[in-house]
């Protein structure tokens, strides 16, 4: 999940000071004042990602805790088509929120913790740019059945690449007991004293092993000091974090999901239960369904190109003979690759791996190859 450029007058992170004097070049992001890159540049920080462990600053994404008395998870699968009602304790599912017509609204993670007070508790992470649709959305079609408390005094952090785990557990004893898309909800301690709740989940949107960390807004700085005081942690901007969830082949809202694509056509049947397929009781099930029975029109693949020029986002795809078949919505310049890659959707005739298409680049066709996702390979730890 991620968010698109936003020209409103962006707002700071808790971390916003942080990135600074970090030497962050800082842009308008989702309506927030984010690094793209830091000095070392976006090569540099994605591979370095890749092969120890980099500190992002996500804490512009929308957190939320969504409480019912009783079946809190069975009034949120109104909205979605994920299986949440079968989430065991701290145990995060991936879904969507689809609309009537069965586009998606937006992309989220749900995370079962422990009842409190009497309550039963998900928790919610979205989009950005997304939020202050998400969260009326859902506040008002489950009045009556849940209520929605979004948390607007909490960073998040995600710490991500292959020592992430090492780097972290000095400081939240457990997340060693964690496997991918499990959560754990305890305390934290770092340098110079400071402690305080903490929700850990390890999870993220860079195809590594990592951790997206949920922490009071006020310590967040001192708590990401102590993390990259540690010589295997080094800063990431938004840069590398796109490039790196484009190698690990996962959708960004806005370009490669929106509210005119389905689950089915961007190949994320995957996070669609086998009761919800069979059972629906979301919206756009009639879309969806149909889709699964009888396949989409188009489909969104995985391209690899030839040569050096990477393809961005619009640009026409083509079959052999020079026919249309679709377009491009993220492309860049793969650095673990070292060629460019791309996503995109294409007539379902053309969806096949293997399947030989051209891109349009500076008006001229490339040569291209449907492959395969992902572009690298996820290295999730799964106990």
Same mark, same amino acid.
């Given at each position: 999940m991620a968010q698109n450029e936003?020209?409103?007058?962006?707002r700071p992170t808790p971390l916003l000071a942080l990135h600074e004097r970090l030497g962050g070049r800082i842009v308008s992001f989702a309506g927030y004042a984010l690094p793209v890159q830091y000095p070392t540049g976006i090569m540099a920080e994605h591979l370095w990602t890749r092969e120890h462990a980099g500190l992002f600053d996500v804490s512009h994404m929308g957190q939320a805790e969504l409480t019912a008395p009783f079946e809190v998870a069975e009034a949120f699968e109104q909205l979605v088509p994920g299986d949440v009602a079968s989430l065991a304790e701290n145990h995060i599912r991936y879904t969507q929120l689809t609309t009537a017509e069965g586009g998606i609204i937006d992309d989220l993670m749900v995370t079962r913790l422990a009842a409190r007070d009497g309550k039963e508790r998900l928790f919610l992470v979205v989009n950005a740019a997304r939020k202050d649709v998400d969260f009326p959305h859902i506040a008002q079609s489950l009045a009556g059945a849940a209520t929605l408390a979004p948390i607007a005094d909490r960073a998040l952090l995600a710490l991500q690449g292959p020592t992430a785990a090492d780097v972290l557990l000095p400081y939240v004893p457990g997340i060693e007991t964690l496997s991918f898309m499990n959560a754990l909800e305890t305390q934290f301690s770092g340098h110079h004293g400071i402690e305080g709740d903490v929700i850990v989940s390890r999870s993220g949107y860079?195809?590594?092993?990592? %951790?997206?960390?949920?922490?009071? #807004?006020?310590? #967040?700085?001192? %708590?990401?000091?102590?993390?990259? #005081?540690?010589?295997?942690?080094?800063?990431?901007?938004l840069g590398a974090r796109d490039s790196l969830r484009l190698e690990a082949g996962l959708c960004?809202?806005?370009?490669?999901?929106?509210?005119?694509?389905?689950?089915?056509? +961007?190949?994320?049947?995957?996070?669609?239960?086998?009761?919800?397929?069979? =059972?629906?009781?979301?919206?756009?099930?009639? =879309?969806? /369904?149909?889709?699964? #029975?009888?396949?989409?029109?188009?489909?969104l693949v995985g391209l690899k190109l030839?040569?050096?020029?990477? +393809?961005?986002?619009? +640009?026409?795809?083509?079959?052999?003979?020079?026919?249309?078949?679709?377009?491009?919505?993220s492309g860049g310049f793969s650095p673990s690759l070292g060629q460019p890659i791309a996503l995109g959707y294409v007539d379902i005739a053309h969806a096949a791996p293997d399947t030989a298409v051209s891109?349009?680049?500076?008006?001229?066709?490339? /040569?291209?190859?449907?492959?395969?996702?992902? %572009?690298?390979?996820?290295?999730?730890?799964?106990?």
């Open positions: 936003d020209t409103s007058p962006p860079t195809g590594e092993d990592g %951790f997206e960390i949920s922490l009071a #807004a006020g310590l #967040a700085e001192r %708590f990401a000091e102590s993390l990259l #005081a540690n010589p295997e942690v080094k800063p990431i901007g960004l809202y806005g370009q490669d999901i929106d509210e005119t694509t389905s689950p089915v056509e +961007a190949g994320l049947t995957w996070s669609i239960g086998k009761r919800r397929r069979e =059972r629906g009781g979301f919206p756009g099930y009639e =879309r969806i /369904a149909q889709e699964l #029975a009888n396949k989409p029109s188009r489909r030839e040569g050096r020029a990477p +393809a961005r986002q619009g +640009a026409t795809i083509t079959s052999a003979d020079g026919t249309p078949i679709g377009q491009v919505t891109i349009i680049v500076r008006d001229k066709p490339l /040569a291209a190859q449907v492959v395969r996702l992902p %572009f690298v390979p996820h290295r999730y730890v799964r106990r």
